[in-house]
């Protein structure tokens, strides 16, 4: 046996974490069982101590030793793929995975863009996106799920959200932030609203009207205390997490909704047209920003992401 601890190793261990078992483990890793097992038992007789607690009825539990392997293994794993894009760069190549997380507004915007360039310009790059609130976001982030992540600036800094308190989300401080874009919330309403074909609307306006949310948080937040302070937090009749639905709502004319985005959709999946009309009143810019971990460092691939990002905001 090797006296050195390699790559697949690691990788081996992190897919058991990851999974929860040494079964599904091999199955994602496209291995055999026995094949994880060996690496594992190779892997802990290197370091010297037990990493896993392996039991047919919990399946694989890592030992608190296992628990800071894995956290050091998804940063070598995160290292060496670098490794191997800094070489692709110095011969004008860029080529493997790309994981880039959305938040759920913005991903109607996110995805065509990276899509359309990666493929024309890099196909051998293999996009994957995500999309998710910002608190799943940051976690996803933190553990090396996600290259890089698109959000609101102001979902990294909300106090009370669950964005800094939740359990392997990252502080503000460990992120490297780039700015993408200035966007503003608009108020969306049915074509056929009389406030539809208008250049801007003041919130007042909406008096009387029912409303639906976008209640995911920290934009419930935000959106909650911007709605209070003008007098409208009463006319919020509905709540979803879902963005199409609140779409599909506002189409059939049923409620006017608040949100913040780029693209924002000129129907809603049901087919109905809407109008997204600008808000009068002073309200802070909200910028969209792409976040990733210091530690980790940006690839020529995340680069050249935030790159186009930021010219399809232009």
Partial sequence: MSREVTLRQLEYLVAVADHGSLAAAAHASHVSTAGIASALNDLEHLVDT???IRTRSKGVV????????????????????HF?????????????????????????????????????SFPDV?????????????????????????????????????VRSAG?????????????????????????HPLARRDVVHLEELRGQPGILLDVNPVREIL??????????QNIRWSTPS???????VGR??????????GLADYSPEGRPLAAVPIADPLPDNGIVAATMKNIGETPKVVEAIRVLRDGAA
């Fill in 168 to 192: 392997t989300a990252p502080d503000p401080e460990e992120l490297t932030v780039r700015m993408l874009h200035q966007a503003r919330p608009k108020v969306i309403v049915s074509a056929a």
């Fill in 126 to 162: 293999a996009l994957n996106v995500t999309e998710g609130g910002s608190p799943q976001l940051l976690e996803r982030l933190a553990v090396g799920e996600c290259d890089m992540i698109v959000l609101f600036a102001a979902h990294l800094w909300t106090h009370g959200s669950g």
């Fill in 224 to 233: 909650t205390g911007v709605l209070a302070r003008v007098g409208l937090a």
């Fill in 50 to 52: 037990p990493l896993t």
């Fill in 243 to 249: 963005v199409n639905v609140v779409r599909n709502v």
């Fill in 62 to 81: 890592l030992t608190a030793a296992g628990r800071v392997a894995v956290e050091k293994a998804r940063k070598l794993l995160k290292h060496s793929r």
């Fill in 253 to 262: 004319g049923l409620a006017w909704s608040i949100l913040v985005g780029m």
């Fill in 84 to 120: 191997v894009e800094s070489v692709d760069q110095e011969v004008g190549r860029m080529r493997g995975d790309l994981r880039v997380g959305s938040f759920t507004t913005l991903s109607p915007w996110v995805f065509p863009l990276l899509l359309e360039h990666f493929s024309t």
